[in-house]
């Protein structure tokens, strides 16, 4: 889809921090971070809804972003996913959002 912003980052159009990178799978930092190492997970194969893409598209997110989530070291962290505008979704292309939460006994210290 030629005005979508993710399909411009998979083909390189907009430069991203690549994390991972497969023929149906790209993950890349978000560029307004709700943390550090939040990460964005998509699929290769445009549509706007979970409900839209095909199952093989959708096999490979979650265990990218469980990857991603033992990368970062956090012992916790979200998993997310938004589907249409009145759940929040702003950009129009499937992702799964992978968002590390600081240890909070840590970050008290
Ligand atoms: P949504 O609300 O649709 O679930 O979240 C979209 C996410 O995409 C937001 O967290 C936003 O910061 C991120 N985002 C939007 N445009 C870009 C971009 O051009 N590059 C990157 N890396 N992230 C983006
Ligand atoms: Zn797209």
Same mark, same amino acid.
């Given at each position: 889809?030629?005005?979508?912003? !993710?399909?411009?980052?998979?083909?390189?159009? *907009? %430069?991203?921090?690549? $994390?991972? @990178?497969?023929?149906?799978?790209?993950?890349? &930092?978000?560029?307004?971070?709700?943390?550090?190492?939040?990460?964005?997970?998509?699929?290769? !194969?445009h549509?706007?809804?979970?409900?839209? *893409? %095909?199952?093989?598209? $959708?096999? @490979?997110?979650?265990?990218?972003?469980k990857? &991603?989530?033992?990368?970062?070291?956090?012992?916790?962290?979200?998993?997310?996913?938004?589907?249409?505008?009145?759940?929040?979704?702003?950009?129009?292309?499937v992702?799964?959002?992978?968002?590390?939460?600081?240890?909070?006994?840590?970050?008290?210290?």
């Open positions: 889809m030629a005005a979508c912003i !993710f399909c411009r980052i998979i083909k390189g159009e *907009i %430069p991203c921090f690549k $994390l991972f @990178e497969s023929d149906k799978t790209l993950a890349f &930092l978000d560029i307004n971070p709700l943390s550090k190492g939040h990460a964005l997970v998509i699929p290769k !194969f549509g706007e809804k979970l409900t839209d *893409i %095909p199952d093989d598209s $959708l096999a @490979e997110l979650l265990p990218v972003a990857k &991603l989530a033992l990368a970062t070291g956090a012992e916790d962290y979200n998993i997310l996913q938004n589907n249409g505008k009145i759940a929040h979704q702003v950009v129009e292309h992702h799964f959002h992978m968002i590390p939460k600081p240890n909070e006994v840590e970050g008290l210290g």
